[in-house]
């Protein structure tokens, strides 16, 4: 049995061990070998500098890295504030999870961002009621521009057998771009957004240089793939853009009667 064993895991090196570079690189049937050796020094091309940083995962890839600053992780709302009048966020914090006060309004970070990959994560009570925008919907706003919902918003939503407007339904960018696949979970099981922003430059004049791109994967898949956005997220009308250098991210307390969402474990990695 050991001898059996022993053979299939020498069969197995065999069958993966390097092959000679001439084997890796024959020329298709027919077609003669280069004459030639290849020219030029291969050291021509290899860059050395910058060394990136050395930056340590986090346990999971769900888990902040070394070098994130961690917005939320379960134990208080230190790094937020009510929209409303920037007074400490008044949102419930309980069994290391935050859950929406609807009433409380919208909340939003006492810190402002440019370009960043943020990571989120949302859950859909179970037993949710309401159908269409009125289920579970909330938001996370990739730059808060203003009060109430101005600026960016990635829709969070039930869009778990639940119709709506394709450009409104969670992971889209509302009223701008339908998410690629639906990819949503069951309300009652956590969903993970990650997102990198590529904020929009402005002149001084607040014409736009370069508009903000939005990647999303929404439960590791990839919904919004480098999007070019029109303008902030409008509920109505056509979308501009508004001048703004730095933001806020914000998170949507939506007056919907449906039982509210929560969130856990976000954290944001600033980016040039
Ligand atoms: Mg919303």
Do not use: C
């Amino acid at each position: 049995m050991r001898n059996a064993a022993l053979g299939l895991a020498l069969l197995s090196f065999v069958t993966v061990a390097p092959q000679p570079l001439a084997a890796q690189q024959a020329p298709p049937t027919g077609q003669a070998a280069p004459a030639q050796p290849p020219r030029g020094n291969p050291a021509d091309t290899e860059v050395w500098e910058p060394v990136p940083k050395v930056v340590t995962p986090g346990a999971t890839d769900a888990a902040p890295p070394s070098d994130a600053l961690v917005l939320f992780d379960g134990k208080n709302l230190d790094q937020w504030v009510a929209t409303r009048d920037k007074s400490p966020a008044k949102w419930i914090v309980a069994d290391d999870t935050l859950t929406v006060d609807k009433r409380a309004g919208n909340i939003e970070t006492k810190r402002s961002f440019k370009n960043y990959q943020l990571h989120l994560e949302w859950r859909i009570p179970p037993g949710v009621t309401g159908a269409g925008q009125g289920r579970g919907n909330s938001g996370l706003f990739l730059a808060s521009t203003g009060a109430g919902d101005a600026g960016y918003e990635l829709q969070v939503l039930d869009s778990y057998n639940n119709k709506t407007y394709a450009n409104g339904q969670a992971a889209s960018l509302y009223k701008q771009s339908i998410p690629l696949v639906n990819a949503n979970r069951k309300p009652g099981e956590w969903q993970t957004y990650d997102v990198i922003w590529t904020a929009p430059v402005f002149k001084a004049d607040g014409s736009v240089t370069s508009p903000a791109y939005v990647v999303v994967f929404h439960n590791g898949v990839l919904v919004q793939n480098h999007v070019e956005l029109k303008g902030e997220t409008l509920f109505i009308g056509k979308p501009v853009y508004k001048k703004y250098d730095t933001a806020p991210i914000k998170l949507q307390a939506h007056g919907d009667p449906s039982p509210p969402i929560s969130f856990r474990n976000i954290w944001i990695r600033e980016l040039p």
